[in-house]
T-cell receptor, first 111, second 113 residues
C-alpha cells in the first residue's frame, strides 16, 4: 500500500548547522507532498508543500524539492536555529484523500 | 478566515470511564474531517475520517467511535476507556483537491489512569 519513510531521529545539531531530513514515498500514482512541523505540546502546522515533479516548496528557510525519479522529498535548511527544534513529518497525499504520515523525525538544535 | 477548535486541551480519565472529544471548524463548508492519535514517541495514526454529515470511515478497529452530527462538527467518543487509549488526539480538516493539505487543531492530551 501507500507509505512514506523518514529517517530515524533524533537529529542533533548545533545552531547554524546544515539540516537534511530524508523522506521517500511509494511511487503509487502522483501524490502531492507535504512537510509538517510539530512544536512541543502543539498540533501540527503545515511547513511547505509541492504538488508536481521538480516543484520546490519553501518556508521559513526550509526547502524541499519533489523528485519523482527518486520518489523523494528531502527537507533542508542551510542554517538551523534553536527555535527550529521540533518534530518534522513528511506526508504524501494520494488519491485516497488521506494524508499518509511518516513516523516523524525529532530535531534538536543546541546553542 | 478558517479556524479549527478542539477541546479540551488536556484530560485525565480513569479506566472504564466514557470519553467525548469535540472538534469544530469555522469559515468553510463541507470539509473532510479527520481524527488522528499520536501515542508517546510514535507517529500519527489515522483513526477516523468523514467526507460528510453522518459519514464515518474507521481506519483502525478499537473501542473508539466517531460521529459527525453537523457539517462542521466532529466528535470522538468511547464508552469505556482503556489504558492504551492514552495519547495526543488531533483533529484536522481539509478542502478537497490535490493541492490542499490538512489544517490541524491544537490537540487534546488524554491520559487514562
Amino acid at each position: 500500500g501507500d507509505s512514506v519513510t523518514q529517517m530515524e531521529g533524533p537529529v542533533t545539531l548545533s545552531e547554524e548547522a546544515f539540516l537534511t531530513i530524508n523522506c521517500t514515498y511509494t511511487a503509487t500514482g502522483y501524490p502531492s507532498l507535504f512537510w509538517y512541523v510539530q512544536y512541543p505540546g502543539e498540533g501540527l502546522q503545515l511547513l511547505l508543500k509541492a504538488t508536481k515533479a521538480d516543484d520546490k516548496g519553501s518556508n521559513k528557510g526550509f526547502e524541499a524539492t519533489y523528485r519523482k525519479e527518486t520518489t523523494s522529498f528531502h527537507l533542508e535548511k542551510g542554517s538551523v536555529q534553536v527555535s527550529d527544534s521540533a518534530v518534522y513529518f513528511c506526508a504524501p497525499l494520494y488519491n485516497t484523500d488521506k494524508l499518509i504520515f511518516g513516523t516523524g523525525t525529532r530535531l534538536q538544535v543546541f546553542p | 478566515s478558517q479556524t479549527i477548535h478542539q477541546w479540551p486541551a488536556t484530560l485525565v480519565q480513569p479506566v472504564g470511564s466514557p470519553l467525548s472529544l469535540e472538534c469544530t471548524v469555522e469559515g468553510t463548508s463541507n470539509p473532510n474531517l479527520y481524527w488522528y492519535r499520536q501515542a508517546a514517541g510514535r507517529g500519527l495514526q489515522l483513526l477516523f475520517y468523514s467526507v460528510g454529515i453522518g459519514q464515518i470511515s474507521s481506519e483502525v478497529p478499537q473501542n473508539l467511535s466517531a460521529s459527525r452530527p453537523q457539517d462542521r462538527q466532529f466528535i470522538l467518543s468511547s464508552k469505556k476507556l482503556l489504558l492504551s487509549d492514552s495519547g495526543f488526539y488531533l483533529c484536522a480538516w481539509r478542502t478537497r483537491g490535490q493541492n490542499y493539505g490538512y489544517t490541524f487543531g491544537s490537540g487534546t492530551r488524554l491520559t487514562v489512569v
